[in-house]
């Protein structure tokens, strides 16, 4: 069965820096998705960013990149230049896609950002 | 924004009494999601439905039931709510270009007294 870790509870990071959140995940397909979300104190979930497993390149959204690792089964998340609406709760996510499109979640990493 | 609405959006309620959540969109799409978010848990999928009447059980489906009469709706119930089914509650439904991600209704916390 597919699982995905996210072994760092909690980060700080200062405004305008740049922080890195981690995620490993298991898998014995070749073809997958993986997905950052993000979850602020209104509770919406919302996608940031998407990465497909047979793309070598790694994803990237305005402010937000990552890092894709496909031998050692890693997919962090890198925030540039952080910000204040950043502070949320992060999920990252897997989905083998296709039909169902049933994604697994990590246990989320809760950011705060510090003025 | 994928149109999805959930109600009610917050409900308290008693241990043994039956609870129902709805899901309304407005995208058509014809796969549709509920999962539960809980502290160190992330989100887990309860349930899934791949079509009108068409549905199928996730990670965590004991204790709960959905039906899907229509296409743009998904109910999820609680048949006899217990304290551990005390979650907040999303439902989703996939992309149009079906390539992975889900879209999520704003949620429904519930709270089992």
């Known amino acids: 069965a597919q699982t995905v870790t996210q072994s760092q509870p909690e980060m700080s990071v200062q405004e305008a820096e740049t922080v890195t959140l981690s995620c490993t995940y298991d898998t014995s397909e070749s073809d997958y998705y993986l997905f950052w979300y993000k979850q602020p104190p209104s509770r919406q979930m919302i996608l940031v960013i998407r990465q497909e497993a047979y793309k070598q390149q790694n994803a990237t959204e305005n402010r937000f990149s990552v890092n894709f690792q496909k031998a050692a089964k890693s997919f962090s998340l890198k925030i540039s230049d952080s910000q204040l609406g950043d502070a949320a709760m992060y999920f990252c996510?897997?989905?083998?896609?296709?039909?169902?499109?049933?994604?697994?979640f990590g246990t989320g990493t809760l950011l705060a950002v510090q003025p | 924004d994928a149109g999805i609405t959930q109600s009610p959006r917050h409900k308290v309620t008693e241990t043994g009494t039956p609870v129902t959540l709805r899901c309304h969109q407005t995208?058509?799409?014809?796969?549709m999601y509920w999962y539960r978010q809980d502290p160190g848990h992330g989100l887990r999928l309860i349930h899934y439905s791949y079509g009108v009447k068409d549905t199928d059980k996730g990670e965590v489906s004991d204790g709960y039931s959905v039906s899907r009469s229509k296409t743009e709706d998904f109910l999820l119930t609680l048949e006899s709510a217990t304290s551990s089914q005390t979650s907040v509650y999303f439902c989703?439904?996939?992309?149009?270009?079906?390539?992975?991600?889900?879209?999520f209704g704003e949620g429904s916390r519930l709270t089992v007294l």
């Open positions: 989703a439904i996939g992309g149009r270009t079906n390539t992975g991600e889900l879209f």
């Open positions: 995208e058509n799409h014809r796969y």
């Open positions: 996510a897997y989905s083998t896609g296709g039909a169902t499109n049933k994604l697994i």
